[in-house]
């Protein structure tokens, strides 16, 4: 029933909005991307679509998917080909985005088109133009997951410093069980970042070196770090060859005892284990560096292309979709459902890093893609020890990562 009135609520308020579009009556196709797929609220996403296409009559094509690398570079390459979609959900004040910006919309501009919609400028994803192109819909933390009845299983205790999550290594290895889920040919940007978090001050893991000079000595012990944990078996045997799918089902059936990954991999947790799964900090490693730190920011948003706004048939349209799905209504839908412990663990670790000013954003958010893309393919060798961790960090410099 809740689901039913909610979705009612969508179609009045979807209705009482469209009232302002005067050419919704001429039926329109829009095509649409976003990251809200499968268990990252992708029904909801999807119910947010069918609501908006019965409220107005028109259609949705929807290409949503998962985010990964792949993901990212398939949107930039429809834009480079002028293949863009005509509302969709990309990164917003970030390297990524910078490529974009001379094609979509400012929300100035329809907002002064459109004034009684009053849509949000966040001043978190204004563009170095100093304007804002997208509306965010939620914030983001990435932390470490554990499953903790596997701890308790092993009698061992969580993982909150580097001893502890050492130990906790040698014990699940001992018993079959992978320690940390992760691949580094596929994601290995969530052990980069941690790494070098876990391997100084937040303040080095805030650093943009524009020379090799200015490369932190923390971003060259937590290259060490991923060599040191390839080496203790923190990782599963054929981390340089599995898959994100892999890894992430390791540890939601129980296969592996941690995980580091974002807020969306909590939607994915199914509700009775929200009681034996929380969220920390990846532990420190180093003196300076602060064990309440984390990952987290506002990356993203809903951007309109420039493309559908200077077509006459899908303007109106277009801006009514981009409203519906920033709505407050929308918000709460597409925002984090889950509860029990891993919700009060995930209030205790973005509170404690606020409070402690401790919340890094992330680097690969802010490079240059190609340098980004250089360094990351590297990890797996960085791992086994047969790249050079100096020549690699120096090499993603000089290719311009923060020229932004």
Do not use: C
């Not at 009045?12 to 809200?36: D, G, H, K, N, Q």
């Not at 839908?333 to 973005?350: C, D, H, P, Q």
């Not at 690969?364 to 990351?376: E, L, N, P, Q, Y």
């Amino acid at each position: 029933m809740k689901k039913k009135r909610r979705i009612i609520n969508i179609l009045i308020a979807v209705a009482f909005l469209s009232v302002t579009f005067s050419s919704l009556a001429e039926t329109v196709t829009l095509r649409t991307v976003s990251t809200f797929a499968g268990t990252d609220a992708g029904p909801e996403y999807v119910d947010l679509l069918h609501a908006w296409e019965a409220a107005t009559g028109n259609h949705v094509d929807d290409r949503s998917a998962a985010s990964d690398e792949t993901w990212k570079a398939e949107m930039l390459n429809d834009f480079a080909a002028g293949n863009e979609p005509d509302v969709f959900f990309f990164f917003a004040a970030t390297a990524d985005s910078k490529p974009l910006l001379g094609r979509v919309i400012p929300i100035s501009q329809i907002n002064a088109a459109y004034p009684d919609l009053d849509l949000v400028e966040s001043a978190g994803l204004r563009e170095e133009d100093g304007l804002v192109y997208a509306i965010d819909v939620r914030p983001f933390w990435e932390g470490l997951f554990v499953n903790t009845d596997l701890f308790e299983r092993y009698s061992l205790e969580l993982p909150t410093d580097r001893d502890k999550f050492e130990k906790a290594v040698q014990v699940f290895r001992r018993n079959g069980i992978v320690p940390l889920a992760i691949s580094l040919s596929d994601i290995p940007h969530y052990i980069v970042e941690f790494s070098i978090l876990a391997s100084g001050s937040t303040k080095d893991h805030q650093a943009r070196p524009a020379d090799v000079s200015a490369i932190p000595d923390s971003w060259v012990r937590g290259m060490q770090l991923i060599r040191h944990l390839y080496q203790i078996g923190a990782f599963p045997d054929n981390v340089n060859a599995t898959s994100e799918v892999l890894t992430t089902s390791m540890f939601i059936n129980k296969q592996a005892a941690m995980l580091l990954d974002g807020s969306w991999r909590a939607n994915g947790v199914a509700q009775e284990n929200w009681d034996t799964t929380i969220v920390l900090p990846f532990p420190p490693y180093n003196e300076e560096a602060d064990p309440s730190a984390i990952i987290g920011g506002t990356s993203m948003g809903f951007y309109i292309s420039k493309r559908a706004w200077d077509d006459e048939e899908k303007r109106d349209a277009a801006v009514s979709l981009l409203a519906h799905l920033t709505s407050d209504e929308a918000r709460a839908r597409l925002g984090f459902t889950f509860g029990g412990e891993m919700l009060k663990s995930a209030i205790t670790l973005t509170g404690t890093a606020a409070e402690n000013g401790s919340l890094a954003f992330p680097i690969g958010d802010v490079m240059d893609s190609g340098a980004r893309s250089f360094w990351f393919s590297q990890i797996p060798a960085i791992a086994d020890g047969t790249a050079d961790i100096r020549e690699v960090l120096e090499e993603t410099i000089k290719r311009g990562a923060f020229s932004r």
